[in-house]
């Protein structure tokens, strides 16, 4: 079949499935108690567009395919066509939302179940896997940015699912608002662009775009970069991605995990040629990643619910996305996107599993009178776990070590690979290099350390929830431990398509992307690593991660919560500042936000009420009263009215002849 | 030419003039109808089918080329196609709003029909003129109808005083256009519009360009432009109301098409176009300005209906092919809401008190208590002020564009801002009809009428043609293609 007709096919059934479960759902509200239709039409909305992913990658010839749907709009030199573009890149992209985002449709039939808003919440999710394929698939930059928006959106929406809750509906206004501050440095960009390059399009961007003039192309990888900052949080946008857990845990697997957070990456990896020409700003940029990579893992070791820990994670795991963007590699960056979306929508499932039979235990508390309140994600009052949830404990346990980097796990070849490229970057002359290299390991250790802990926290141990010897959470259904089954399974394997160099020609993925005619550039390194130097380095990061996976559990299951408190008497005031969060938000607070609120109050407010509206109702003043005036023109008398005819004549005589 | 050629040529005239025949025919049949059968419900029938007769007809000749019928005195097909077919549309709207209210302030007249087609047959005189005579035939055929229909009702005071001011003023203006057409003819020595460009070598003499201006004084009262528009809100308020919707439209559009022509084809130069400028200044900024302190919405439509003139007058002294479209453009969208809002107030007009009441404040409330009215009228007042994705909205773009584009900028500033004073007039009527609370003893609300299903029909379709006006460009790209 023709890839053009199959590639609409891809973007628009989710559109068509987010169309029919929202109007159907908000007209007819019998419908809305369906929930067996609503989730298989949902489901196959997007495993329908996985299948035929599947199908055209497999046909793919190498030869990036060129869309044009439809001109979208065009004003003067500006023509701005809705266009697809498939390629490496944006196939691999559209593998992993689609078949991560139908399993994790899958997951939630079971997770939200008897929810009122059921159809709401798949309209929403339909509605975010197409604008995040038209995200990863659009020909030109105003394509992705709808898409961008359109994620944005889509995020704020379920983010503020619950939004009965005033706290829910914060956290989706700051992550609206965050975002937002990220997005208005990407249009700026794109006005950079369109007025040095003269068009959106990839293809003449990346052509003209690192012709441009140095000081333009620093600004412009700038701009794009704070625009990543935003939608894929790091420092300083992102103390929002922690606070979005507030959404269901289905959405923060999908959006906050597996797809839309990495947004950022994609477009760098997708302009990486135009990144790649701006070096001062790839040095920023890996600074930063390796700022927010240890920052995030920090704070991570200190958290109590559940689903921070992952969200801390996320954002660290980010930082080392951007860790490798920086030193150039790329394909690199979207691998460990990748191996990070398996692992890490397995570890954000298996805590709603958690959740979901936490819910349970608080449920029958509450109804058998016992009057404890439970706060179903904070982990301390988890524990032993694996005796009633051997599913979820399992797939939990094998994303864990994935993550923390465990050999031959999948995240054991991504993390490596970045760190390798880290260090070749160091090695080829640049000290940033060395240094982006050094935090990587300590993050490692981190990863490790935070990941057991939460891990043992939850599943290992005696229960601590009140009453454990009566009541008892019961493992959940199949549609939610099947998505966890194939996450876990690509979890352990997915790396083996990104085999370290050292192996010999066998590394699929950069031949895939980065290989002749593949859409991503590369920074390539004038001296390589010996053979033996690689082989060392590996080794190293395996004890890393060994010894972080050892230290954890071995500290955690043998002292349990309680050896918290001998870190916190450890490190001090250092504790308290990973406990507070870096105090990010309350810095915000006070130096952004305090100071608007206080100017619009004393300054603008007065500004506006005295000097805006004070003119306004002058001029208002003003007419109506030359109105009161001139009305008295109109006498009632013929005798005036011919006199102002006559008025006319002169006038006319007077501007014709004269 | 022999006899055989005379009279293919009269026969192929008659048919294209057809839409003419039909309605004078019909308005001399009704005269003698009238006179036996006094007050026949047929008589409205036998008036619109006539009007929807000479549609029908004219638009099916607005895709054909432009010709000319009558020995050059008659333009057919193309744009006066297009105009006669306003015209014919804004008399069919007004005959089904008017047979109602005429029942219901009880001067139910038959000769109000003839008049009325009779009065179309000039505007379509006037309209498709190519000949000077032939202008001024149609010119006074229409006006000397339309001062019968301000004052056919005797028995209210307004109604026969601002007739007979009319027709004072009326008479006076006439005489400077016949003047007007005097200094042309002495001039150029012909009186065919088309032929008469030839004639003026290096820029036309003294005796020419006072010829025009005279011609334009006639044009501009008729138009009602300001300073020549002191009879306007006497006569739009004493006339009945949906007569006041009927010639606030079709005779400004048929006295604009034919101006259009004169400058279009006639005048050299861009000396009138300066000229123009200033009277549209002046004319939206008095229109809207007065507009603002009047308490009868009659009269305060009566204003609004100067300052619509003065937008089209933007599009004319801009003095371009977008210019002249646009201003056709404006006047069909201007058609549609004017006759739209008069029909809404010929409905609530509520005659318990002496003559009829008028005041905006006696229609407080009246929004929720007339749904129908209150949310149509909400339609025409925002299209009159220009908000999108309402007609009014691209007729404004139509006519302020070509200006922009032929350098004057300044002129569009005014008319922008004087649209911005407009809001404040348009607006303040929903805020009455549905702000204000309804009284219950005297206001308008509190009379029980029933809306006639044929009002309500011609008011929802001037609702939808508004909406298909603002957000579709085929009307636009019609008038484009005309010149």
Redesign the interface.
Known sequence: MQPDFLIKLVILLPLVGAAFNGLVGLFAPSYRKNEGLIGMVATSMVAIPFFIAVYLFVGFHGDPIIVQAFTWMQAGDLTIDFAFRIDQLSLLMTLIITGVGGLIHLYATGYMHGDDGFWRFFAYLNLFIFMMLSLVLGNNLVVLFLGWEGVGLCSYLLIGFWYKDLKNSAAANKAFIMNRIGDFAFLIAMFILFKEVGSLNFDAVLAGGPGMDQTWINWTVLLLFIGATGKSAQIPLFTWLPDAMAGPTPVSALIHAATMVTSGLYLLARLSPLVLSAPTIMAIITVVGALTAIVAATIAITQNDIKKVLAYSTVSQLGYMFLATGVGAFYVAIFHVMTHAFFKACLFLGSGSVIHSMHHVEHELAHDGHGHALDPQDMRTMGGLKKYMPATRMTFLISTLAIAGIPLLSGFFSKDEILFKAFEFGYDGHLVGWFVYGVGIITAFLTAIYMTRAYVLTFEGSPRWPHSDSIHPHESPWTMTLPLWVLAALATVGGYIGLPAVLGDVNWIHHWLAGEGGPVAEFAAHTHVSHGLEWALIAIGSLIAILGVFLGWKWYSSEGIGFDDKISARFGGLYKLWQGKYFLDEAYDKAVVRPLIGSAHHAFNPFDKYVVDGLVNAVGFFTRGSSFVLRYMQTGLVHSYAVAIVFGVVLIIYLMLF | MDLSQAYASMTGDLANTMSLLIVALAGLALVVFDAFKNRHAATPWIAGLALTAGFVFEVSRIGSAEGMAYYNMLRTGGSAAFVNALVLGSGVLSVILTAPYLKRIGHNIGEAYSMILFATVGMLVLGSANNLVTVFVGLETMSICLYILTGFIRSGPGSTESAF?YF??GA??TG?FLYGIALLYGATGTMDISAMRDTVADGGS?VF??G???L??GF??KVSA???H??T??VYQGAPTTITGFMSTASKTAAFASLILILNVALPGE??S??LA??AVITMV?GN??????SNIKRMLAYSSIAHAGYILVGLAAGSADGYSGALFYLMVYTIMNIGAFGVIALLEWDKKEGSEQTLDSLAGIGYKKPLLGWTMAVFMFSLAGFPPLGGFLGKWAVFAPAVEAGYVWLAIVGVLTSA?SA?YYLRVLVVFFMKPEDAQSGAAATNFVIPKSSAAVLIFCVVLLFLLGVTTYAIELTGSFF
């Open positions: 001011k004072l003023l006076f203006s400077f003294i360009w006072a025009v201006a005279m334009l004084v501009l009262f300001a300073p020549f002191m009879w809100p006497d000396r009138w300066e000229v200033v009277f008095l300005v007065i507009a603002l302190s009047q004073v404040y």
